[in-house]
């Protein structure tokens, strides 16, 4: 079996093409200085410009960088599980290509991966050179993902992170989740994530790829991954318990009716109609609701019974097998 490298790092890249030549062989100095065996994988996410040369025309100057072209952009996420997929480093960072993380953080993060023992390490950039456009919805950002996670890190969405080998194993991810690989590791177990403050150098090179839709589709998916962590074993749990408490309400309100009809009616009054009463309506439907959500939950069952996926758990270790 052949020895694992010390680091992979993985560089999802899209447009830029100037600032490459000077990261790579910024990583290089680093790796060389401390003598890490290490490869870079670059994953080209549907780049126009030359990007991809850059990629190749150092490939063929050294063996140890590697690269991913995708045929059109699919998203950080994508790119990130891609090269998560490729890695061969016992220790596996990602740092944008930008050049706004410094690769002289390597040494640090992978002693806290390999020394401390840690299964992340997130980037916290302290000191921000971004406009006030996008540092107020990050820290907004950071304050909801905190709370949702119980994860207490400051910057989430901070590029520069370090992983355990099979932490990126363990993991798949898509959309825009790649914000939230913490939160996915400690679904899957691993409980120890870390952060290390970060220096983020001013941008050099291009334009900065931000918009504020990826707020809103990192919230979005935020929202699915606190659901499925929660329930996506146990879809009834959900469904059926609203379904339950919404059936009970509208048969407590049937029963309630009935029981003001009966009273009004004992005491030598003439009551309404049951049924000619507008809450009677809403009852109706919270029942019919109600059934509805019960259903929901128990088709979510048999799927979930039925699912190839319903055995694969993440095992840590194994003695005499």
């Given at each position: 079996?052949?020895?694992k490298?010390?680091i992979?790092?993985?560089?999802?890249?899209?447009?830029?093409?100037e600032?490459?030549?000077?990261?790579?062989?910024?990583?290089?100095?680093?790796?060389?200085?401390?003598?890490?065996?290490?490869?870079?994988?670059?994953?080209?996410?549907?780049?126009?410009?030359?990007?991809?040369?850059?990629?190749?025309?150092?490939q063929?100057?050294?063996?140890?960088?590697?690269?991913?072209?995708?045929?059109?952009?699919?998203?950080?996420?994508?790119?990130?599980?891609?090269g998560?997929k490729?890695?061969?480093?016992?220790?596996v960072?990602?740092?944008?290509?930008?050049?706004?993380?410094?690769p002289?953080?390597?040494p640090?993060?992978?002693k806290?991966?390999?020394?401390?023992?840690?299964?992340?390490?997130?980037?916290?950039?302290?000191?921000?050179?971004?406009?006030i456009?996008?540092?107020?919805?990050?820290k907004i950002?950071?304050?909801?993902?905190?709370?949702?996670?119980?994860?207490?890190?400051?910057?989430?969405?901070?590029?520069?992170?370090?992983?355990?080998?099979?932490?990126?194993?363990?993991?798949?991810?898509y959309?825009e989740?790649?914000?939230?690989?913490?939160?996915?590791?400690?679904?899957?177990?691993?409980?120890?994530i870390?952060?290390?403050v970060?220096?983020?150098?001013?941008r050099?090179?291009g334009?900065?790829?931000?918009?504020?839709?990826?707020?809103?589709?990192?919230?979005?998916?935020?929202?699915?991954?606190?659901?499925?962590?929660?329930?996506?074993?146990?879809?009834?749990?959900?469904?059926?318990?609203?379904?339950?408490?919404?059936?009970?309400?509208?048969?407590?309100?049937?029963?309630?009716?009935?029981?003001?009809?009966?009273?009004?009616?004992?005491?030598?009054?003439?009551a309404?109609?049951v049924?000619?009463?507008?809450?009677?309506?809403?009852?109706l439907?919270?029942?019919?609701?109600?059934?509805?959500?019960?259903?929901?939950?128990?088709?979510?069952?048999?799927?979930?019974?039925?699912?190839?996926?319903k055995?694969?758990?993440?095992?840590?270790?194994?003695?005499?097998?």
């Amino acid at each position: 079996m052949l020895n694992k490298l010390d680091i992979s790092v993985i560089v999802p890249c899209k447009d830029e093409e100037e600032s490459l030549p000077e990261l790579f062989e910024w990583i290089s100095r680093v790796m060389q200085e401390h003598g890490f065996s290490y490869e870079v994988i670059v994953i080209d996410d549907g780049s126009t410009d030359g990007s991809w040369e850059v990629v190749k025309n150092y490939q063929e100057k050294k063996e140890n960088f590697k690269g991913i072209q995708f045929n059109r952009n699919y998203g950080k996420s994508a790119a990130l599980n891609e090269g998560f997929k490729a890695s061969s480093g016992e220790v596996v960072i990602t740092m944008d290509a930008d050049m706004q993380d410094s690769p002289d953080e390597i040494p640090d993060l992978y002693k806290m991966i390999k020394k401390d023992g840690y299964d992340i390490v997130s980037g916290w950039k302290k000191v921000r050179h971004d406009p006030i456009t996008k540092t107020i919805p990050t820290k907004i950002y950071n304050f909801f993902t905190r709370w949702v996670s119980g994860i207490k890190l400051h910057d989430f969405n901070c590029g520069l992170k370090a992983y355990k080998s099979k932490v990126v194993k363990s993991v798949e991810i898509y959309g825009e989740m790649h914000r939230y690989i913490p939160f996915i590791a400690k679904w899957h177990g691993f409980r120890k994530i870390g952060e290390k403050v970060v220096e983020h150098r001013p941008r050099k090179y291009g334009v900065t790829k931000f918009g504020l839709e990826r707020f809103v589709n990192g919230f979005l998916d935020l929202l699915s991954i606190s659901f499925v962590s929660k329930f996506g074993k146990r879809p009834m749990h959900f469904f059926g318990t609203l379904g339950t408490l919404s059936f009970l309400l509208g048969a407590g309100i049937v029963v309630g009716l009935i029981a003001q009809k009966l009273y009004i009616n004992f005491q030598g009054f003439k009551a309404p109609n049951v049924t000619e009463q507008w809450v009677f309506f809403v009852a109706l439907v919270a029942m019919v609701v109600g059934v509805q959500l019960f259903t929901a939950g128990f088709l979510g069952e048999l799927v979930t019974m039925n699912s190839d996926k319903k055995n694969e758990y993440l095992i840590s270790d194994k003695i005499g097998l």
